[in-house]
């Protein structure tokens, strides 16, 4: 969620009050703290601030800091109470259910992966509460075998007993926030202390009661799983096929296959498998997925060929491969017939080329088939097309009237949603008469007019009513937001003689359109000349200094690989005349 840089709303210090509302709050989400842990974490002494952010992929989020270090989050889109970061973990590991990886993992959920079940540590052997009783989206932190000091906070992808029942791959928790991301780098963060290995390697480990509690409730709920599973399944079915004489033989039919499949499940989790035994699990479950989640009915027939390249193929999760000759089947059409032996699938060859006739999507293979991967996001095309927007913050002015359509002071809008809010408001207070506005008290106190003046027109009022907002400027490049207040800087070029009458072309206010020097200079080099980057008097931002006139060469660099509007770019006068231009 914070991988990637965050836009930030607004930032305010917490008053007195607010201080103790959200030290209730963080009593009452965690129970198990005391009023002195509390007191600890958000000290009078310090400065207490709450940030209102947006983050790359649009969520709602408030941040809490102490002396500027996140110590509490919150995500509008999550219904979860006040969420610790991983400093607030390191003062109380326990505050919430650990699961345990290995060092090299983190620097995959580092780079934005989440954790997979292959990467948890867990005790040998694996038994149904072998990850404890959580049920789905429950908020858990993520520590190492060798530093119970936690790297990450999620929350549950699958319930507990999912994850026992998934075979031991797929996807186990999703992460939310993890150590070395941008939330990571507010402020001076500490680094990460070494509290000891993780109890979840321990063998005296605290969670389990009694070990032979234990073992002889694992094989109770191994014996009556499988008896649950199948009521359930029955009470389906009676309502699915209640009025059918013949459906009711299916349905005992049905009945029998996925109490067989249940228990061979069961089996398969308490016992290592073989590869060919692995390969053949994998094979099936590609295979179900394709059905229940790629093929349509509108899409049959087709070609078995066609269905195993753009269908089963492409159901193997990401840290899988498909290998038919490594498992019994060793070929497509031998694992087709037995697929087509249970009902799953209806085939016929013709000429020596097979296609798939049909599938029955309600089989009870494919329909209690739990798919464990979720589709990865599409990562949005970064531009580097420089977009430059006028834009205006919320002032103390207008608060009263923007404050009833969800903005508070120092959001940022774009003129178009000051507009609408403007006229809504026109509309609620029936102010409008055809173009007319009618000004009440609070619009008079806002738009500064005379003590006579009962009306303005609504162009002039949406116009002075934005006036009393800070003018700003927008630039978004390469995914990046700039803010600008004021006027905005045109980028500078110009031609100053150095040392030895030797020409150099100077390049100022481009971090203005968050282009990185550096990497500008870099982009001069290509035509042979050098470029370095030097500070010039009087200039607040570095400047780019390429040796000759080169004017020509940076402006069509600005406009055609930055893409900067003409407006946005001063001193092509500087470019070298072109010989006879000045004769007619």
């Not at 507010?186 to 969670?207: A, Q």
């Not at 531009?383 to 508070?408: D, M, Q, R, W």
């Not at 009458?501 to 870099?522: A, C, D, Q, R």
């Amino acid at each position: 969620m914070f991988i990637k840089p965050f836009k930030v709303k607004s930032n305010n210090q917490l008053k007195g009050t607010e201080r103790k509302k959200l030290c209730q709050e963080i009593l009452a989400a965690y129970p198990t703290l005391t009023d002195e842990e509390v007191q600890s974490l958000i000290p009078k002494k310090e400065a207490i601030s709450v940030m209102k952010i947006t983050t790359h992929n649009g969520q709602l989020c408030k941040l809490y800091c102490v002396a500027k270090i996140p110590m509490f989050f919150q995500v509008d889109t999550l219904h979860l109470p006040l969420l610790p970061t991983i400093y607030t973990l390191w003062h109380h590991p326990n505050l919430l259910v650990v699961f345990t990886t290995r060092q090299p993992v983190i620097s995959k959920l580092a780079s934005g992966a989440d954790l997979m079940l292959p990467g948890v540590v867990i005790k040998e052997p694996v038994t149904l509460y072998s990850f404890g009783k959580l049920q789905k989206g429950t908020l858990v932190s993520v520590d190492t075998d060798d530093n119970k000091a936690s790297v990450a906070v999620g929350i549950t992808a699958l319930s507990s007993e999912d994850m026992y029942m998934s075979g031991g791959y797929g996807k186990c928790i999703e992460i939310l926030h993890v150590v070395g991301d941008t939330l990571c780098q507010l402020g001076k963060p500490p680094t990460r202390p070494n509290l000891g290995p993780s109890v979840n390697i321990d063998d005296n480990d605290d969670k389990s009661e009694n070990d032979e509690d234990t073992r002889q409730a694992n094989k109770i709920d191994d014996n009556t799983l499988i008896d649950t599973m199948s009521d359930l399944r029955v009470s389906d079915e009676y309502l699915a096929h209640e009025s059918a004489g013949e459906e009711n033989a299916e349905k005992n039919m049905e009945e029998s296959v996925e109490t067989e499949n249940a228990e061979e499940l069961i089996e398969m989790s308490d016992t290592v498998l073989d590869p060919v035994q692995e390969m053949d699990n994998l094979l099936e479950y590609c295979f179900l997925k394709a059905c229940k989640k790629s093929v349509k009915p509108v899409d049959l027939p087709m070609l078995v060929s066609n269905f195993f390249k753009n269908h089963l193929m492409a159901a193997c999760p990401p840290d899988k491969s498909i290998d038919i000759k490594k498992s019994r089947y060793k070929k497509l059409s031998v694992f087709l017939a037995e697929m087509k032996a249970k009902g799953v699938i209806n085939t016929s060859i013709t000429k020596g080329v097979e296609s798939l006739l049909s599938i029955k999507f309600d089989h009870p293979l494919v329909r209690r088939l739990v798919v464990l991967e979720e589709p990865a996001p599409v990562e949005p095309v970064v531009s580097n097309t420089a977009v430059v927007s006028e834009c205006y913050k919320v002032t103390a002015h207008v608060v009263p009237i923007l404050s009833k359509f969800g903005y508070e002071k120092g959001d940022v809008m774009k003129r178009a949603e000051i507009r609408k809010c403007f006229t809504d408001y026109v509309k609620l207070e029936n102010l409008q008469d055809g173009k007319i506005l009618k000004l009440n008290p609070q619009l008079a106190g806002i738009m500064k007019t005379k003590a006579d003046q009962v009306t303005v027109t609504m162009e002039d009022g949406i116009n002075k009513f934005i006036g009393r907002m800070t003018h700003m400027h927008e630039v978004m490049l390469a995914g990046n937001k700039l803010l600008h207040t004021g006027k905005l800087e045109p980028i500078d070029m110009r031609v100053t003689v150095r040392s030895g009458g030797k020409k150099v072309t100077l390049v100022n206010n481009l971090e203005t359109f968050g282009i990185n020097p550096k990497e500008f200079s870099k982009e001069c080099q290509n035509i042979g000349a050098s470029a370095t980057i030097t500070d010039e008097p009087g200039k607040k931002t570095p400047s780019v200094l390429v040796q000759g006139n080169q004017i020509l060469y940076v402006y069509k660099l600005l406009t055609e690989k930055y893409q900067i509007k003409k407006t946005y770019i001063r001193g092509l006068e500087f470019a070298p005349k072109k010989p006879g231009a000045h004769k007619k």
